[in-house]
């Protein structure tokens, strides 16, 4: 049998503790990612053209917008959802142990960085958003009706925004991990 020397770039040896939040954490955090962003997908255009502001043409604008962040945040959550498969256990230099493999967890970090993308999402969404409830017609009191629904509505890109960078401050480093991540985890 030949035995086929291992590339260096393509697997790094981890610590025991890592492989286990890789294996446990991200999956529960991508399972929570994602649950969050079909929810986000279904209610973003139900919400938004049904709400008392969609009578406005331009009502589509900020739809678009949220569907696409809540997208992101699926593509996040699918990714995170697929990171205990790159660990497997291998050889390395100090024996044998969990090694992960670095060119399909490189990879997932564009889709992991998706849901941080909303911060270029968020302020469109809210400018098209708000301005139709700026110029709306007021009560007979002059207060702007806002309801329950519209406020959900609003909220969701910024849910979507904090959990993508929730997702990419705890995934990131696990994923692409440094010397200095490695090491700290070996202690």
Same mark, same amino acid.
Do not use: K
């Given at each position: 049998m030949i035995d086929f020397p291992m590339d260096p770039r393509a697997y790094v040896w981890i610590p025991p503790r890592m492989a286990t ?25 139900? /919400?938004?053209?049904? /709400?008392?502001? +969609? ?52 990879? +997932? ?20 958003? +708000?301005?139709? /409830? ?28 904090v959990l993508g960078c929730v997702d990419l401050a705890i995934g990131l480093p696990v994923l692409r991990p440094s010397p200095r991540t ?6």
């Open positions: 939040r890789l294996r446990r954490t991200l999956p529960l955090l991508g399972g929570f990612t994602t649950v969050v962003a079909v929810a986000m997908c279904i209610a973003v255009p139900v /919400l938004g053209y049904t /709400l008392p502001t +969609s009578h406005n043409a331009a009502n589509g604008i900020p739809v678009m917008l949220g569907v696409f962040s809540a997208v992101m945040l699926l593509m996040t959550g699918i990714a995170l959802l697929f990171a205990p498969t790159w660990v497997e256990v291998g050889h390395h230099r100090a024996g044998t142990g969990p090694i992960l493999r670095l060119r399909p967890a490189s990879i +997932s970090v564009g889709p992991l960085c998706g849901g941080a993308v909303s911060i270029v999402v968020m302020p469109l969404f809210y400018l098209s958003y +708000s301005s139709g /409830l700026t110029w709306s017609e007021p009560q007979v009191d002059g207060e702007i009706q806002i309801s329950f629904g519209i406020f959900v509505f609003m909220v969701m890109p910024l849910v979507a925004f490695i090491q700290r985890y070996a202690r």
